[in-house]
């Protein structure tokens, strides 16, 4: 199709322009240290204890833009938000050092330039996860996390979709600056109407991110692998800009070229690029 090969030039460009930007200095995944300090166990393992019970998860961003390929209309531009947090359910650790969460995504696609403003599609992604951070020598290298997720749009008859998985996500901190995390689940459909779903949106992913020195510019990249003997991904590749120090949310870019961004057209081609802000936890963010 047309707009399937102008997709995949255009994830290949984009991919191109995050791969120049390692070429420009990195900095730490930790927002809240300097770019020559190594990430200690023990601020770690305070950020842990100490911290909010009730906190963001995944990055939450309010996004709009057009499909990438055919003309832009006011059907194929449309608004994208995420909304994601986490309550901690225990004080401080549990054996093998370990953190028990409840977290909750929501990620919502909303027309507003048609006459009504219709959200056309929710997501709902409520999920039980069991967190270790790892260390070595004291110092902090990364997260193992088992987690138990379900999804559905809420909807019913023949546009009903849902579906579960066990999980097992991890991420290292290859330097202070680059982090490489991927993730692999086993998958439950149960709806009805979307028995053919991980053709489509997977079974494993994994990516890359990047921070400038000046922890200002932030670049990420991910891939999953749908279901089937083709070398094919959905791609995500995101670029955000802290434009103030002072602000605690980011100028933000997002361009996704594949199937299954939202559930209720999970078996439909989308390439899309939206801009808009971003929030991101304190210390990490999840996949």
């Known amino acids: 199709m047309p707009i399937f090969h102008t997709g995949v030039r255009a994830a290949k460009y984009m991919a191109i322009a995050i791969c120049i930007s390692f070429a420009i200095p990195l ?5 809240n240290k300097e770019h020559s300090e190594q990430i200690d166990a023990d601020s770690v393992r305070r950020e842990f204890d100490k911290g909010p019970y009730f906190t963001l998860y995944k990055d939450n ?16 531009t449309n608004v994208k938000f995420q909304v994601s947090i986490r309550q901690k359910l225990t004080k401080s650790t549990l054996p093998g050092g370990t953190y028990l ?16 403003l219709p959200m056309t599609d929710l997501n709902f992604n409520p999920g039980i996860g069991l967190a270790k951070p790892v260390f070595k020598n004291g110092k902090y290298i ?6 138990l997720e379900h999804e559905s749009n809420g909807r019913d008859s023949i546009e009903s979709r849902s579906w579960n998985r066990l ?22 459909v149960d709806g009805e109407h979307n028995k053919d779903l991980l053709k489509y949106v997977g079974i494993v992913q994994a990516g890359a991110e990047l921070t400038s020195n000046d922890r200002r510019w932030k670049y990420s990249l991910l ?18 800009w802290q434009f103030s120090r002072n602000a605690d949310w980011n100028l933000f ?21 939206r801009v808009g802000v971003v929030i991101r936890p304190k210390l990490f963010s999840n996949y």
Do not use: M
Request: proline letters at 3%; a positive charge.
């Open 27 to 31: 900095n730490a995944q930790i927002h």
């Open 61 to 76: 961003y309010f996004i709009f833009g057009p499909s990438i390929g055919p003309k832009a209309t006011k059907n194929n």
């Open 101 to 116: 969460y409840l977290c909750y995504t929501q990620k919502v696609f909303w027309n507003i330039l048609e006459k009504s």
């Open 142 to 147: 990364g997260k193992f996390i088992l987690q």
């Open 167 to 188: 999980s097992l996500g991890g991420d290292i901190l290859i330097t202070n600056n680059f982090l490489v995390h991927a993730k692999i689940w086993i998958p439950y």
């Open 223 to 240: 891939l999953t692998k749908r279901k089937n003997w083709h070398l094919d991904f959905n791609t995500v590749a995101e670029i955000s």
């Open 253 to 273: 870019a997002q361009y996704y070229n594949g199937y299954g961004e939202g559930l209720l057209d999970y078996n439909k081609f989308s390439s899309h690029l």
